[in-house]
Every structure is written in structure tokens, then in C-alpha cells.
């Protein structure tokens, strides 16, 4: 239990379609723990999430070949790219 709430997890697949995929861990219906999200252009990011956000280590690939690695906080990254 989280806040008096009990706190849902489980593992799927979300597509939303024309924008992205997410695979990977959910929790109370946000991506939460590790995953992969793979965006319309190709591109993706394996890492962690916390609360819908890309928090923790991660890679983030791009279609043009470019490659982040390293941490986010809530989506801010501060790694730099290899």
C-alpha cells in the first residue's frame, strides 16, 4: 500500500498509435520501473521510469544513429552522450 492506496504493478505492451510504444513495467498505470519506449520515428529509450518519467539509467538511441547514455531525474538527463 502506498498513501492508504493499494499500489497496482504488472508488465504489458502500450501502443498509442501514430506517437509511441512502451514495453515494460507498470505501475497504478504508469510506466514505472524498466521498459523501452519506441517512438513513431524509430527512435527509442530502455531504461527506467518512476512515476510515467524516464528517471534513472537509460539509453536513448535516435534514428539518426546518435546515442545517449547515462541518468535522468524526471526526464531531465544528465549523462552525456558517448
Not at 504489458?12 to 519506441?38: S, W
Not at 537509460?58 to 544513429?65: E, S
Request: net charge positive.
Amino acid at each position: 500500500m502506498e498513501n492508504g492506496r493499494q499500489s497496482v504493478q504488472w508488465r504489458g505492451k502500450l501502443t498509442q498509435p501514430a506517437d509511441l510504444t512502451y514495453e515494460g513495467e507498470f505501475k497504478n498505470g504508469l510506466y514505472d520501473g524498466h521498459g523501452t519506449v519506441t517512438f513513431s520515428d524509430g527512435a527509442t529509450y530502455t531504461g527506467d521510469f518512476k512515476l510515467g518519467k524516464w528517471h534513472g539509467k537509460g539509453d536513448h538511441k535516435l534514428r539518426n544513429g546518435a546515442h545517449y547514455s547515462g541518468s535522468s531525474s524526471m526526464a531531465c538527463t544528465t549523462g552525456k552522450a558517448p
